[in-house]
């Protein structure tokens, strides 16, 4: 009930309240002390301000709503979840609350603030070995702005999207990456062809197996956006895994509170050098579980391939850090965490490289013939980026 309830923190769902008529005072600061909640504010109606940012107060018990005019408006937890207007707390025909006093919980809380309106359904939703993986039309994400928009909002939202109906012949990661604005060049090239080859460059560019993994963790800025696309598709094997990072980050924590700390405090040394599109020597060092200031998780970035026999930590450090890797990675590659699927040729896979490990299975290599994946990078900035614009463009978002 009470995701119900904060999705409901929108403009639209703050006029559909009972009692909207009468507009109580706009504070402009939040100064707790000074509002009046004798009646909880609603918004300016006649500017019709957007909502900019929500924020749960816990302390104080207070959602504070910043509107797009630059006002600012809190709304107690107990009001909130009185005023609930879900089918199970008001009876719509009636406009009335069918929710009784007596299952009001005047201590309720508040996890999770997600709003519905301009900023729809760009809050993170995880998920494990059972996601219902979301599928586009190539063609249609390419020529329709509506399909490109919900393509973009669901690489945000689940952080992996599948397209269908793509031609079985290079070139179409780079058109697709058109769709967005450009590429993000690597030394692996503007795009990168993962092949068996002699003298593999890459353990990717092998027949082996790739066990869970980011992309290029060896960078200290890992690209965000990650799309593969099947040209050809073994005879045997070269099955794809997918896991959600964020989501087993935050199950680590819960799980194994000390190899979360661990992983997101001890930086770990990556290396990747060779010769692609130049030759290049790259090192970096990056916490496995990067976190915000505020503790949330931001980024994985693991690579077991990368990962550096260098180990800059002190030597009693060295043990601790082996064990909590290996929760880790035990956590991420538990069955009903880890979602499966076969390419075709013609399917393409978009996701977020940030949040996300990926992997394949080993394949029987033909040579020549044999397994082609076609591969490019992005960067959010640019992904957001077209997002926004289709934002606007489709639903007239600001
Ligand atoms: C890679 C990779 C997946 C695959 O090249 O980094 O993860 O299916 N490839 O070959
Ligand atoms: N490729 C696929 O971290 C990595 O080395 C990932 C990158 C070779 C461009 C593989
Ligand atoms: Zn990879």
Known sequence: MLSYLTRWVSRGAFQALKGASSRPQLVKTPHIGNQTLAAAPLPFTGGSPGVRQARALDQERLLQIDWDDGSCSLYPFTWLRDNCQCPHCTLQSAQARSLLFSNLDVHTGMDQVQLMDNKVG?????????LQIPTADFQEVLHDDK???AWLEALRRIGIVY????PAEQGQVARLSQRIGYLRLTFYGHTWQVQDKPMANNVAYTSGELSLHTDYPALHHPPGVQFLHCVRQADQGGESEAVDGFHMAEQLRREDPEAFNILSSLRVDFTDSGADYCDFSVQSKNHIIDVD?????????????????VLDMPVHQVQPFYSSLKAFVELLSRPENVFTYRMEPGDLVTFDNWRLLHG???YLSRGQNSRHLEGAYLDWDEVMSRLRILQKAVRGDS
């Open 122 to 130: 760009l809050e993170r939703e995880y998920w494990d070995s059972s």
């Open 147 to 149: 399909a490109a928009l």
């Open 163 to 166: 397209l269908r109906g793509a």
């Open 293 to 309: 200031s505020e503790g949330r998780v931001t980024r994985i970035n693991y690579n077991n391939a990368t990962r550096d026999s």
């Open 360 to 362: 394949r299975k080993s």
